[in-house]
C-alpha cells in the first residue's frame, strides 16, 4: 500500500519536445492517497494509458518524478515497484492451470507454500473461480481468463497499488455488474490504492472515490463522481459525463438569468459581467430538464424519442443546437406547445468551455 | 439439405489424375514391380514373391543386417541434428533483435545458409574440414586433435553434424523468430509485473507460443535429415567403411554399384512406408494439439 | 427484400451452435441479435452471409432458398467488431473498392463514395491511409464502405464494441438513419439491452444457440416470453425471486416471505418465479410496497444514478435510484418491492403476467 506522488510529470513519445502537441501527457502534479480508489477516465488517445503505465514503470517519464510513499521510484523498473497490473485483454499463462496462474506471482517472490494455497483459494472464491482451479487455463472462455488476470492482479496482498488497464472490456454486460461490485467490495477490504483506467463513464464512477478526467494529455477535473455530475469544471467533463451527455448552449449571462435565443433562463446565482471573458455557455444536465406543455421555458422542437428502457431521451433542437431531456418510463412526451425547463439550481455557466463560479 | 450431384466434375480431376499417375504413380509401380522380381542381368526378370523383402526385413541376413545398420544411422543421425539444431535455433532467436535496423542484417545473414544447394554445402565443408588445406581439419589437428573424416569414425560423424547444423539451424531459428514475434507485448508486461524471472518467462510464455511452429520446425528437419543423401555422399561418400552410409547412399550402391535392382526396390519401398508412417505421426499430433486449441477458443 | 432463417440448424463436431432458428427479418429497420458471448449470434450471421451451411433447415431471401449459394453469388455486406480496412488505401479507395470490384463507371463510384463519406462525415479524411484514422474514423469506413455495396443484407457484427465509449453514442444515434429508405436487410448484433433498446427496431434475444423471442424492440423488453428472455434484455440485470404461492402468502426456499399483494393476489397457487427491474426496488418504505430484510453488499454511484446490491436471503438483488445514495456496505436495510410492477413467471419459465406499462397502468 502506498501513496503515489507525481511530481511535474510529463512524457513525450515523439523526438520532438517542448511543443505542446508532441505530449502524450503534459506537465501534472499529482498525489493520490493511500488506500485510495483512483479512476483515470477520458477517450482514447487522451494519456490516461500513458500515465498508467508511467506508474508502473513499463514507460519511463521524459520529464518529472513518480514517487511512493515518497521514495523516488522513476528509475526503478516494473519488476522492482513492487505493484499489480490487470491488462484489457485476459494475459494469462496457457499451458499453467488456473491455481497456478493465481499462484504465479506470489511463487515468484518466495511466498511460503500455505500461505500461497490460501491466498489462492480466497482470490478464487472472490472471482467465482473455485470450481475451475484444476483447469489448464487454455480451455477457458475469454471472460473466465479476465478473471484469472483479475485474480493475478489481486493474489498479492503487498503490493503498493494495483494497476487496471480496462480490464472489463471482454467481459459481458451482466458480468460487468456482478465483477464491478466485488472490485469495490476487494477494495474496501484490502485498502489497496487501485488506480482504474476507462473510457466507460460508468465502470469510471462506480468503481473510484475520485475519478481524474483526462482530455489531450490534460487533466481537465479530478472529483467524487457526485461532483463531476452535478457540478462539470469543463463542458467537455460535462459532455463526456453522462449518458446523454450535458446540454451545452450558446447563451448571454446577465445577472441571474441567461438569455439564449431570446428566451430568459432563470439562474440560481447572480454572475458577474462576464464580456471580454469568451465565449459564454450554459449547461444544463438530460436529466434535470423537464419537458412540458405550455408555460415558461425553451420552446424547442422535437425531433425524436428514443426508448431506452427506463426512460426516455427525447431529442429537440432549438436554435439551431441539439437539446436532450429524459422523461420517465411511465410519463409521456407533451406533443403540443412544447417547453424544456431548467432546475434553476442545476444550470452552469461556462466562459470558454470553463465553469464560472456565482 | 441435399448437395447437387453431378458426375461431370470426375471429367474436370481427369487431367490432374493422369499427371499424377504419370508422374507419381507409374514410376512407384515400376519400383514396386522390381522388388517382387529378380534379374541376373540381360534384361531376364524372375519372380521372387515377397524373398526380397523377407530378406531385407531379416537383420541376420546381409542385406537385412546392411538395411538395418544404415537405418540405424539415419536415426541416430536425425535425433542428433535435432537435439542440437532445436534448442540452438531456439536460443538464436531468442538472441535476435526484436526491432531496429539490425533486424535485416541478422534475418539477411541467418538465411544464407538456407540459399545454398545441397552439394555446394557438401563441396564447401569437404574442403574445409580437409586436414591438409581446410582451415577447420588444419586447426583442429594443429590444436593436437586427431582429426580425419576420411579417416575416423568420430571424425566423420562431427563433420556431417556440424555442416547439418551450420546448414539448417537457421530454419528453426527464422521460424522461432517470427513466433516469438506474435508475442503480445501485454505478455512480457504482465510477466515483469508478476515478478517472473527470465527462465520463467521463457517457460510459461515463450515456450508454450512456440509450441506450433516448433512443431512444424521438427517434422520438417526430422523428415529433411531423415531422407539426407547430398552432402555425407559429396563429404564422406558414406565411410570411412560404412559408417556414414545412410539409408539413401546405401540405396544408390545397391542399385547403382551392384545393379541389385530387386534388393534396392524392396528396401526404397520400406523406407519410402517409414518416411509417411513419420509424416503421418506428426500430422495427427499436429492436428490433434490444434482441436484441442480450438475448444478453448471464445 | 426479406432474409428468413427457416427451422435453421447448425452443429460443429457434435456441438450444437444454432438451434432450430426461425425468424423473418424485414428491411427498412435494424433487427438487432441480442445475447451474451456465445449465445449463437456471429453464428447465426455467418449462416446468413453463407460463410457456413447450415446442418439442416433453410435460408430464404425474398422466399427464395439460397441455402446452398455461395457467399459471393449473394449481395451480402459486413462489418466486424474490429476495425477491417485495407490498411495501404485512402479511405477514398477503401470505400470505393466494393464498386471497384463490380467494375462501376468511375463519375458512379466517385457519387456514391461522396454519398457515403458525407452521411458517414468522412469528407475531411477522403485522402487519408485508412491506418492514419482513429479508431471511431476507421469504423465509420467500414460502415461506409458497407453502405456503398448497396448490398440486400448488411450484417454488423458488435460494430461499436471496440470503440470510446462516447464515440459509441454518436455512432449508433446515426445509424438507423444511414438505412432509412433503403430495401436492405440489416441485421446487428450486440450483448449490450440498452444497445437494443436505443437501436429501437426488432430485437432477437438469443441464448445458447436458440432464438427465445423475436419482436419489436419495445415490445421485446416490455413482454418478456420467458424468464431467459427477461435476463438476457435487462441491464442492470433484472432482480429474481423464486416462490411458492400458498395461503395467501409467497414462500422462497430460503425463507423470504412476502404477502400475496397485486397481482399475487390473482394467481392461482403454485410456484413461480417473480421478477422485477432493479428501479422497481425501493431503498424508501411507502404504503403500497413489501418490505424485505437484506444486507447490503455493494453501493455504486454514477452521478446520475446510484446501485446498491443488496443480498436477500437466496439471492442477490440491484437497487437503481435516481440521484445520489449511498448505502454502507454490511449495512442492515430494508428494501421495498413494489407488487404492481412485478413480472411472473411460471416454474418453467414461461411468462404469466408482464410488469404493467403507460396506458395499461391507468
Given at each position: 500500500m502506498a501513496r503515489i506522488e507525481l511530481q511535474s510529470l510529463s512524457h513525450s513519445?515523439?523526438?520532438?519536445?517542448?511543443?505542446?502537441?508532441?505530449?502524450?501527457?503534459k506537465p501534472m502534479t499529482m498525489v493520490w492517497e493511500d488506500g485510495g480508489a483512483y479512476a483515470l477516465l477520458?477517450?482514447?488517445?487522451?494519456?490516461k494509458t500513458t500515465l498508467l503505465n508511467i506508474i508502473s514503470g513499463l514507460v519511463t517519464p521524459t520529464k518529472g518524478k513518480v514517487l511512493f510513499d515518497g521514495v523516488d521510484?522513476?528509475?526503478?523498473?516494473t519488476e522492482r515497484r513492487n505493484i499489480a497490473q490487470v491488462f484489457q485483454f485476459p494475459v494469462i499463462y496457457?499451458?499453467?492451470t488456473v491455481a497456478q496462474n493465481l499462484a504465479f506471482p506470489l511463487g515468484n517472490r518466495g511466498v511460503p507454500a500455505e500461505r500461497i494455497e490460501a491466498r489462492v483459494r480466497t482470490v478464487a472464491a472472490m472471482l467465482g473461480l473455485t470450481g475451475e482451479?484444476?483447469?489448464?487455463?487454455?480451455?477457458?472462455t475469454a471472460d473466465m481468463k479476465q478473471k484469472v488476470s483479475l485474480g493475478r492482479g489481486l493474489?498479492?496482498?503487498?503490493?503498493?497499488a494495483v494497476l487496471f488497464d480496462?480490464?472489463?472490456?471482454?467481459?459481458?454486460p451482466h458480468l460487468k455488474w456482478q465483477l464491478r461490485g466485488e472490485l469495490r467490495r476487494v477494495h474496501r477490504e484490502s485498502r489497496t490504492t487501485m488506480v482504474y483506467v476507462t473510457h466507460d463513464q460508468t465502470e469510471a464512477l462506480t468503481f473510484a472515490d475520485k475519478v481524474v478526467v483526462m482530455y489531450d494529455g490534460e487533466v481537465v477535473q479530478i472529483g467524487t463522481p457526485q461532483e463531476l455530475f452535478e457540478?462539470?469544471?469543463?463542458t467537455f467533463v460535462g459532455h463526456f459525463i453522462g449518458s446523454p451527455g450535458m446540454n451545452v448552449l450558446p447563451a448571454s449571462v446577465e445577472r441571474n438569468v441567461a438569455r439564449i435565443g431570446g428566451v430568459a433562463v432563470p439562474l440560481a446565482r447572480v454572475y458577474p459581467n462576464?464580456?471580454?471573458?469568451g465565449r459564454i455557455e450554459i449547461g444544463v444536465r438530460p436529466e434535470f430538464l423537464q419537458v412540458r406543455s405550455g408555460g415558461e421555458g425553451l420552446p424547442a422542437v422535437i425531433k425524436r424519442v428514443e426508448d431506452a428502457g427506463r426512460h426516455k431521451i427525447v431529442r429537440a433542437e432549438f436554435n439551431g443546437v441539439a437539446l436532450a431531456a429524459l422523461v420517465d418510463e411511465d410519463d409521456s412526451v407533451p406533443e403540443t406547445d412544447v417547453r424544456f425547463v431548467a432546475d434553476p439550481d442545476r444550470v452552469h455557466v461556462y466562459a470558454d468551455g470553463v465553469l464560472v463560479g456565482g | 439439405m441435399e448437395k447437387p450431384v453431378s458426375n461431370r466434375a470426375w471429367l474436370l480431376v481427369l487431367p490432374v489424375v493422369a499427371i499424377v499417375a504419370f508422374n507419381a504413380i507409374i514410376p512407384l509401380m515400376t519400383v514396386v514391380n522390381y522388388s517382387v522380381q529378380d534379374t541376373f542381368g540381360n534384361n531376364q526378370f524372375f519372380w521372387n514373391g515377397v524373398g526380397w523383402y523377407k530378406e531385407l526385413l531379416d537383420p541376420s541376413t546381409d542385406l537385412g543386417g546392411r538395411f538395418f545398420a544404415a537405418l540405424g544411422r539415419n536415426v541416430a543421425f536425425s535425433l542428433i541434428i535435432l537435439a542440437i539444431e532445436v534448442p540452438l535455433g531456439i536460443l538464436v532467436a531468442l538472441c535476435m533483435?526484436?526491432?531496429?535496423?539490425?533486424v535485416a542484417a541478422t534475418l539477411v545473414v541467418l538465411a544464407l545458409p538456407l540459399l545454398v544447394p545441397w552439394n555446394v554445402v557438401g563441396t564447401i565443408w569437404q574442403i574445409f574440414a580437409?586436414?591438409?588445406?581446410g582451415l577447420l581439419g588444419w586447426t583442429l589437428n594443429h590444436l593436437g586433435i586427431d582429426y580425419n573424416y576420411t579417416a575416423g569414425f568420430f571424425s566423420a560423424w562431427f563433420t556431417i553434424i556440424v555442416m547439418d547444423v551450420w546448414h539448417w539451424t537457421s530454419l528453426i531459428a527464422l521460424l522461432c523468430y517470427a513466433g516469438l514475434k506474435s508475442i503480445p507485448e501485454a505478455f512480457y508486461q504482465a510477466a515483469r509485473i508478476d515478478g517472473a524471472s527470465r527462465m520463467s518467462v521463457f517457460r510459461w510464455i515463450e515456450l508454450p507460443k512456440l509450441n506450433r511452429v516448433l512443431l512444424i520446425g521438427v517434422l520438417l528437419r526430422f523428415m529433411d535429415s531423415f531422407m539426407i543423401y547430398t552432402e555425407p555422399f559429396v563429404v564422406?561418400?558414406?565411410?570411412?567403411?560404412?559408417?556414414?552410409?545412410?539409408v539413401s547412399i546405401d540405396l544408390v550402391k545397391i542399385a547403382?554399384?551392384?545393379?541389385?535392382l530387386g534388393k534396392a526396390a524392396a528396401m526404397s519401398i520400406v523406407y519410402n512406408l517409414i518416411i509417411l508412417a513419420t509424416c503421418w505421426v506428426f500430422y495427427t499430433v499436429m492436428t490433434s494439439s490444434d482441436s484441442s486449441r480450438k475448444e478453448g477458443a471464445p | 427484400m426479406t432474409v428468413a432463417l427457416d427451422h435453421v440448424c447448425r452443429s460443429v463436431r457434435g456441438e450444437d451452435?444454432?438451434?432450430d432458428m426461425t425468424a423473418t427479418f424485414e428491411p427498412g429497420t435494424i433487427n438487432v441479435l441480442l445475447g451474451?458471448?456465445?449465445?449463437?449470434k456471429t453464428s447465426t450471421m455467418r449462416l446468413l452471409a453463407g460463410l457456413d451451411p447450415p446442418t439442416s433447415g433453410r435460408i430464404l431471401v425474398n422466399g427464395r432458398d439460397?441455402?446452398?449459394?455461395?457467399v459471393r453469388e449473394r449481395s451480402v455486406a459486413m462489418v466486424y467488431q474490429q476495425f477491417i480496412n485495407?490498411?495501404?488505401?485512402t479511405v477514398y479507395e477503401n470505400i470505393a473498392s466494393p464498386l471497384r470490384v463490380r467494375g462501376a463507371a468511375r463519375e458512379e463510384i466517385d457519387r456514391r463514395v461522396r454519398v457515403a463519406a458525407g452521411l458517414l462525415r468522412l469528407e475531411p479524411y477522403?485522402?487519408?491511409?485508412?491506418?492514419?484514422?482513429?479508431g471511431g474514423q476507421q469504423q465509420r469506413t467500414a460502415i461506409a464502405r458497407a453502405l456503398v455495396k448497396d448490398a440486400g443484407l448488411v450484417l454488423l457484427d458488435e460494430?461499436?464494441?471496440?470503440?470510446?465509449y462516447k464515440l459509441r453514442e454518436e455512432l449508433r444515434a446515426e445509424l438507423p438513419r444511414l438505412?432509412?429508405?433503403?430495401?436492405a436487410v440489416i441485421v446487428y448484433a450486440t450483448t449490450e439491452p440498452t444497445e437494443a433498446l436505443l437501436l429501437g427496431g426488432a430485437t432477437a434475444t438469443l441464448h445458447k444457440g436458440r432464438l427465445t423471442q423475436f419482436g419489436p424492440t419495445p415490445h421485446v423488453y416490455r413482454n418478456p416470453k420467458d424468464r431467459i428472455t427477461a435476463q438476457t434484455f435487462s441491464d442492470p440485470p433484472m432482480n429474481f425471486i423464486s416462490v411458492e404461492l400458498k395461503n395467501g402468502f409467497a414462500r422462497s426456499p430460503a425463507g423470504v416471505t412476502l404477502p400475496a399483494e397485486g397481482i399475487l393476489k390473482w394467481l392461482p397457487e403454485g410456484r413461480y418465479d417473480v421478477g422485477f427491474r432493479p428501479?422497481?426496488?425501493?431503498l424508501t418504505k411507502a404504503p403500497a410496497l413489501i418490505p424485505v430484510k437484506g444486507v447490503v453488499a455493494v453501493s455504486e454511484i454514477t452521478g446520475s444514478e446510484s446501485f446498491v446490491h443488496i443480498d436477500v436471503p437466496g439471492e442477490r438483488w440491484i437497487a437503481l435510484t435516481a440521484g445520489v445514495l449511498e448505502r454502507q456496505p454490511g449495512q442492515e436495510i430494508e428494501v421495498y418491492l413494489d407488487p404492481t410492477r412485478f413480472f411472473i413467471f411460471a416454474a418453467?419459465?414461461?411468462?404469466?403476467?408482464a410488469e404493467p406499462h403507460g396506458e395499461e397502468r391507468r
Open positions: 513519445y515523439g523526438s520532438a519536445p517542448g511543443t505542446s502537441a508532441a505530449y502524450a501527457v477520458g477517450p482514447s488517445g487522451c494519456g521510484v522513476t528509475a526503478l523498473p496457457d499451458t499453467m482451479l484444476r483447469r489448464v487455463a487454455r480451455g477457458l493474489v498479492r496482498e503487498d503490493v503498493c480496462e480490464p472489463l472490456t471482454v467481459i459481458d457540478r462539470p469544471a469543463h462576464l464580456a471580454g471573458r | 533483435p526484436k526491432q531496429g535496423p539490425a580437409r586436414s591438409d588445406i564422406t561418400g558414406g565411410g570411412p567403411g560404412n559408417s556414414t552410409t545412410m547403382l554399384g551392384q545393379f541389385d | 451452435h444454432i438451434l451474451p458471448t456465445l449465445s449463437g439460397v441455402t446452398g449459394l455461395p485495407y490498411p495501404s488505401m477522403l485522402d487519408r491511409m485508412a491506418l492514419q484514422l482513429s460494430p461499436l464494441a471496440n470503440l470510446d438505412f432509412e429508405g433503403k430495401d428501479r422497481r426496488l425501493s418453467d419459465g414461461r411468462l404469466v403476467h
